[in-house]
């Protein structure tokens, strides 16, 4: 393959190649670099508050309130498969019959509701903005914000990205409650485990810091979705195919760094 970096020819090199390596190290690294200048033109005073707010408040709606009805949809399933597994595979007579709602619990505090359900916004929300962008930036909408002397990226990105990461610890709170709320379901439409068991299980041994543990995981993973889906929609050029891998390139490097933020964050707060 002919290797080019900034327009500038490097080599003819194949897979496995250490000019290869380079090369592709070369485009990381620039990759990195114009993540981290675009997120400077983000992250300024806006020009217009008006507009800042109403942009805000248009996002909230979009990304937050229309997230709802998934969450709560999945989070109940959810809750109520956790407990029927737990239940199934915590039959034995020498564990106390409250395993399985402290069990429910804590998957649904540690992992699920925060981790699992930003995975999930990601192909969601991720896909929406890197779409929406890269739309704007192939008919050319970005440019004639920036011949007007509006910064695009701030106009932007800065109302999405806010707007997640308020709306995240929210939805969060929601999934906690509607999983257990699955999970009661369980106990109390089956036989599979009964009420007081449940409850006595969620209950038990309630630490209230896994709860901001899971919030702060979900606000860093909130900044991870849209910052990263707004910078390949930002950067999508071409035709309408580019918006596809704008798109598809958002979803699955937001879930990586997701990935990579959740064993990291798991080993300082924990």
Same mark, same amino acid.
């Given at each position: 393959? $002919?290797?080019?970096?900034?327009?500038?020819?490097?080599c003819?090199c194949?897979?496995? =190649?250490? =000019?290869?390596?380079?090369?592709?190290?070369m485009?990381?690294? &620039?990759?990195?670099g114009?993540?981290?200048l675009?997120? *400077?033109?983000?992250?300024?005073l806006? %020009? $217009?508050? $008006?507009?800042?707010? $109403?942009?805000?408040?248009?996002?909230?709606?979009?990304?937050? @309130?229309?997230?709802?009805p998934i /969450?709560?949809?999945?989070?109940?399933?959810?809750?109520a498969?956790?407990?029927?597994q !737990?239940?199934?595979n915590? &039959?034995?007579?020498?564990l106390?019959?409250?395993t399985?709602g402290l069990?429910t619990r &804590?998957?649904?505090?540690?992992?699920?509701s925060?981790?699992i359900?930003?995975?999930?916004? !990601?192909?969601?929300?991720g896909?929406? +903005?890197a779409?929406e962008?890269?739309t704007?930036?192939?008919?050319?909408?970005? %440019?004639?914000?920036?011949?007007?002397g509006?910064?695009?990226?701030n106009? @932007?990105?800065l109302p999405?990205?806010?707007a997640?990461v308020?709306?995240?610890?929210?939805?969060v709170?929601?999934?906690?409650?509607?999983?257990?709320?699955?999970?009661?379901?369980?106990?109390a439409?089956?036989d /599979?485990?009964?009420v007081? =068991?449940?409850?006595?299980?969620i209950q038990y041994a309630f630490?209230?810091?896994?709860?901001?543990?899971?919030? +702060?995981?979900a606000?860093v993973?909130a900044?991870?979705?849209?910052?990263?889906?707004s910078?390949y929609g930002?950067n999508?050029? *071409?035709g309408?195919l &580019?918006?596809?891998k704008?798109?598809?390139?958002?979803?699955v490097?937001?879930s990586?760094l997701?990935?990579f933020? =959740?064993?990291?964050?798991?080993?300082?707060?924990?």
């Amino acid at each position: 393959m $002919r290797a080019e970096w900034g327009g500038l020819y490097i080599c003819e090199c194949a897979e496995g =190649d250490e =000019d290869y390596l380079l090369y592709q190290a070369m485009r990381f690294l &620039e990759g990195v670099g114009s993540y981290f200048l675009l997120m *400077g033109k983000v992250f300024r005073l806006p %020009d $217009r508050q $008006r507009m800042f707010w $109403r942009q805000y408040s248009f996002e909230l709606e979009k990304q937050g @309130l229309q997230s709802l009805p998934i /969450v709560i949809i999945i989070s109940l399933f959810i809750g109520a498969i956790l407990t029927i597994q !737990a239940k199934i595979n915590t &039959e034995n007579p020498l564990l106390p019959t409250y395993t399985t709602g402290l069990l429910t619990r &804590e998957t649904l505090l540690l992992e699920f509701s925060s981790t699992i359900l930003c995975l999930i916004l !990601a192909g969601k929300v991720g896909s929406n +903005i890197a779409s929406e962008i890269g739309t704007m930036r192939i008919t050319e909408q970005i %440019d004639a914000l920036e011949i007007m002397g509006v910064n695009s990226a701030n106009y @932007l990105i800065l109302p999405k990205i806010l707007a997640l990461v308020t709306m995240m610890p929210l939805l969060v709170i929601v999934s906690i409650s509607i999983g257990l709320v699955g999970g009661w379901g369980v106990g109390a439409f089956t036989d /599979v485990i009964t009420v007081a =068991d449940y409850l006595t299980g969620i209950q038990y041994a309630f630490n209230p810091y896994f709860i901001w543990y899971g919030i +702060i995981k979900a606000v860093v993973f909130a900044y991870i979705i849209t910052s990263l889906s707004s910078y390949y929609g930002y950067n999508a050029y *071409g035709g309408a195919l &580019e918006v596809g891998k704008a798109s598809t390139n958002a979803v699955v490097r937001s879930s990586i760094l997701i990935l990579f933020a =959740d064993l990291l964050l798991t080993k300082l707060l924990l």
